[in-house]
T-cell receptor, first 115, second 113 residues
Framework: DADVTQTPRNRITKTGKRIMLECSQT?????MYWYRQDPGLGLRLIYY???????NKGEISDGYSVSRQAQAKFSLSLESAIPNQTALYFC??????????????FGPGTRLTVL | AQSVSQHNHHVILSEAASLELGCNYS??????LFWYVQYPGQHLQLLLK??????LVKGIKGFEAEFIKSKFSFNLRKPSVQWSDTAEYFC???????????FGTGTRLTIIP
């Protein structure tokens, strides 16, 4: 499913480096999300965006920032990477159903390793 | 705080066995419920979802789930599993007016041929 794409797919970096993960979608959805997945913890929400001018923190936003450059693009930055940010990162999009977000569609993930 | 519990961390079954994976959530208001599947090396895909109506919902690949409001549960079932069902399964919940999709910790399912 190429509706949601993420780059890079894998990245190894060193502590203190700035890293940007990019997400693009062709589904035409307004809502976009960034999650991280850690073994035994499921997925946790980092940031989400309703549209280009609306950015919101999720449950674990410390150490991360985001930019919504266009409806179709939502990037995640680690300003100064640390080893406990080693994880699998997923971007997702969704449409809205009234006050309920609808099904979320996930990208293939970026595996980030911070040494 | 809203939480989702999946008590089975790893389930091992033989092909053709029946499957039931448990999911319980803590929020008492109106919720939307989802099951996602993650096959090895792949991204999460939607198996099925419940928004309203018939509490027994059917999804792809022969999976179904039953919403029991009184038990705050949304268990996933399949009558006869296949080797290709080997994957990790995540239950997720979102509630009215809240953008957050809360995931359970996942259940790893291994099917032995």
């Amino acid at each position: 499913d190429a509706d949601v794409t993420q780059t890079p797919r894998n990245r190894i970096t060193k502590t203190g480096k700035r890293i940007m993960l990019e997400c693009s979608q062709t589904k035409g959805h307004d809502r976009m999300y960034w999650y991280r997945q850690d073994p035994g913890l499921g997925l946790r929400l980092i940031y989400y965006s309703f549209d280009v001018k609306d950015i919101n923190k999720g449950e674990i936003s410390d150490g991360y920032s985001v930019s919504r450059q266009a409806q179709a693009k939502f990037s995640l930055s680690l300003e100064s990477a640390i080893p406990n940010q080693t994880a699998l990162y997923f971007c997702a999009t969704s449409d809205a159903q009234g006050a309920f977000p609808d099904t979320q569609y996930f990208g293939p993930g970026t595996r980030l390793t911070v040494l | 705080a809203q939480s989702v519990s999946q008590h089975n961390h790893h389930v091992i079954l033989s092909e053709a066995a029946s499957l039931e994976l448990g999911c319980n959530y803590s929020y008492g208001g109106t919720v939307n419920l989802f099951w996602y599947v993650q096959y090895p090396g792949q991204h999460l895909q939607l198996l099925l979802k419940y928004f309203s109506g018939d509490p027994l919902v059917k999804g792809i690949k022969g999976f179904e789930a039953e919403f029991i409001k009184s038990k705050f549960s949304f268990n996933l079932r399949k009558p006869s599993v296949q080797w290709s069902d080997t994957a990790e399964y995540f239950c997720a919940v979102t509630r009215f007016g809240n953008e957050k999709l809360t995931f359970g910790t996942g259940t790893r399912l291994t099917i032995i041929p």
